[in-house]
């Protein structure tokens, strides 16, 4: 069976900080890999998709997010965190075949601190 | 706007009651997904459609949950005699067919079950 963790619940950094989010997957064949963010009340909105190639993908707002298959493991990181950055993050798992029946981790809630 | 747009954005009903949540996906988006969000915790897929085909249902989708997609563009989820358990976020997502593709997530609707 597939399954997401996210082994950080809330995570508060300073404004300007560097910001690191943990993803850990299991997944039984070649993962399709994914971060959305979610602000209060709205729906996801993708901020990065990792499918095949080059292990380190950039996505919108700044964020890049590195798959590293032996670690099963694919953070997502910002050099510089910005106030409206504050959300909560979630990292989700499929596959080829899956279409996009996703798995997701439990989410991480980010606090920006000014 | 040419997102995903779901109708209603809140439903507040008497346990008891059934309830309809309608999806309308991006045009051109031949598949279409359900997914049901409790508080604090990540989205958890419930079925999705191939055009007007639903292709795959999860366990969570009990026998008073259905969902249709008649004419292969907007979707209905249908909750009969609803439970407490059933108050939750309903996201709908669609992606156009093929693996290297993404889901676009609309804002969901906002069930709670009184």
């Known amino acids: 069976a597939q399954s997401v963790t996210q082994p950080d619940i809330h995570i508060t950094v300073s404004e300007g900080a560097s910001l690191e989010l943990r993803c850990n997957y299991s997944?039984?064949?070649?993962?399709?890999l994914f971060w959305y963010v979610q602000s209060p009340g709205q729906g996801l909105q993708l901020l990065l998709k990792?499918?095949?190639?080059?292990?380190l993908v950039q996505g919108i707002k700044g964020f890049e997010a590195e798959f590293k298959r032996s670690q099963s493991s694919f953070n997502l990181r910002k050099p510089s965190v910005h106030w409206s950055d504050a959300a909560e993050y979630f990292c989700?798992?499929?596959?080829?075949?899956?279409?996009?029946?996703?798995?997701f981790g439990s989410g991480t809630q980010l606090t920006v601190l000014p | 706007d040419t997102g995903v747009s779901q109708n209603p954005r809140h439903k507040i009903t008497k346990r008891g009651q059934n309830v309809t949540f309608r999806c309308d996906p991006i045009?051109?988006?031949?598949?279409l997904y359900w997914y049901r969000q409790t508080l604090g915790q990540g989205p958890e897929f419930l079925t999705y459609?191939?055009?007007?085909?639903?292709?795959?249902k999860s366990r969570l989708l009990s026998d008073r949950f259905s969902a249709e997609r008649p004419k292969g563009s907007f979707s209905t989820l249908e909750i009969q005699r609803t439970e407490q358990g059933d108050s939750a976020m309903y996201l709908c997502?669609?992606?156009?067919?093929?693996?290297?593709?993404?889901?676009?997530f609309g804002q969901g609707t906002r069930l709670t079950v009184v």
């Open positions: 997502a669609s992606s156009l067919q093929g693996p290297d593709t993404e889901a676009f």
């Open positions: 997944y039984g064949a070649t993962p399709y």
């Open positions: 990792y499918f095949s190639g080059d292990t």
């Open positions: 989700a798992v499929g596959g080829r075949a899956s279409a996009r029946q996703l798995t």
């Open positions: 045009s051109e988006h031949n598949r």
């Open positions: 459609f191939q055009n007007e085909a639903q292709l795959e």
